[in-house]
C-alpha cells in the first residue's frame, strides 16, 4: 500500500543514454512534483504538475521531459544524459491546496 | 545567495541531549514553515508544519517561526538514536503553487 512509488529504485548508465524514471500515487492527489537532490542534500523542485497540467517548469535542461498520463502518473525522462544528471530524483505528490507533499523513495541515477 | 540557509552540519549529539536546527530566510513573503525528516536512502516525509510566526509542539519536537528575524528552528529534546536522519527546512509563500523552497539539510546523529 505504498503512497508515492518510483521506479527503478537505482540506474546505472552510460552517458549520451537515454532514460525514464516513473512515479506513481494512490493518494488521489492532484498535484505531482519532480525533484533533484545532488549530493549535499539540496533538494530543487524541477517540474510540477496539477491535474496532468504543468505547472512549474523550473530552469531545467530540455533533455529533461515530464510526461502525466493521468493524475496519479507522472514519469520523467532524460535525453543524452551527462556526468552533472548524477543525483537522487524524488517524485512527490500533495493535496491540491495542500501544504504537505508526500515524497517517494527516490531514484539513485549514477551517469558514467 | 539562495532564499533559504541551512546550517549544513554535520551535526553530532549523546542521546539525550537538546538539539537546535535553523533556518534563515530572505523572503520575507514566505508564510509556511515545514520540517522534514530524511533518513538514509529514504524520500523525505513532513515532521513538523507552522503557518506564519509562533511556535508549535508535537511530543519531543518544537517548531519555533520568528517573522521579524526570517529564522527558524527547530527543536529536539530527550533525542534519541532513530532521530538520527537529515532535517530539511522548507517555506512557501502564500498562493504560490504549491511550490516548496528547501534548505539543504542538517545531518543529525544521536550517539546512544
Known amino acids: 500500500d505504498t503512497a508515492v512509488s518510483q521506479t527503478p529504485k537505482y540506474l546505472v548508465t552510460q552517458m549520451g543514454n537515454d532514460k525514464s524514471i516513473k512515479c506513481e500515487q494512490n493518494?488521489?492527489?492532484?498535484?505531482m512534483y519532480w525533484y533533484k537532490q545532488d549530493s549535499k542534500k539540496f533538494l530543487k523542485i524541477m517540474f510540477s504538475y496539477n491535474n496532468k497540467e504543468l505547472i512549474i517548469n523550473e530552469t531545467v535542461p530540455n533533455r529533461f521531459s515530464p510526461k502525466s498520463p493521468d493524475k496519479a502518473h507522472l514519469n520523467l525522462h532524460i535525453n543524452s544524459l551527462e556526468l552533472g544528471d548524477s543525483a537522487v530524483y524524488f517524485c512527490?505528490?500533495?493535496?491540491?491546496?495542500?501544504?504537505?507533499?508526500?515524497f517517494g523513495p527516490g531514484t539513485r541515477l549514477t551517469v558514467l | 545567495q539562495k532564499e533559504v540557509e541551512q546550517d549544513p552540519g554535520p551535526l553530532s549529539v549523546p542521546e539525550g541531549a537538546i538539539v537546535s536546527l535553523n533556518c534563515t530566510y530572505s523572503?520575507?513573503?514566505?508564510?509556511?514553515f515545514m520540517w522534514y525528516r530524511q533518513y538514509s536512502r529514504k524520500g523525505p516525509e513532513l515532521l513538523m508544519y507552522t503557518y506564519s510566526s509562533g511556535n508549535k509542539e508535537d511530543g519531543r519536537f518544537t517548531a519555533q517561526v520568528d517573522k521579524s528575524s526570517k529564522y527558524i528552528s527547530l527543536f529536539i529534546r530527550d533525542s534519541q538514536p532513530s532521530d538520527s536522519a537529515t532535517y530539511l527546512c522548507?517555506?512557501?509563500?502564500?498562493?504560490?503553487?504549491?511550490?516548496?523552497?528547501f534548505g539543504s539539510g542538517t545531518q543529525l546523529t544521536v550517539l546512544p
Open positions: 493518494l488521489g492527489h492532484d498535484t
Open positions: 512527490a505528490s500533495s493535496q491540491p491546496g495542500g501544504n504537505e507533499q508526500f
Open positions: 522548507a517555506m512557501k509563500t502564500r498562493g504560490s503553487a504549491r511550490q516548496l523552497t
Open positions: 523572503n520575507s513573503a514566505f508564510q509556511y
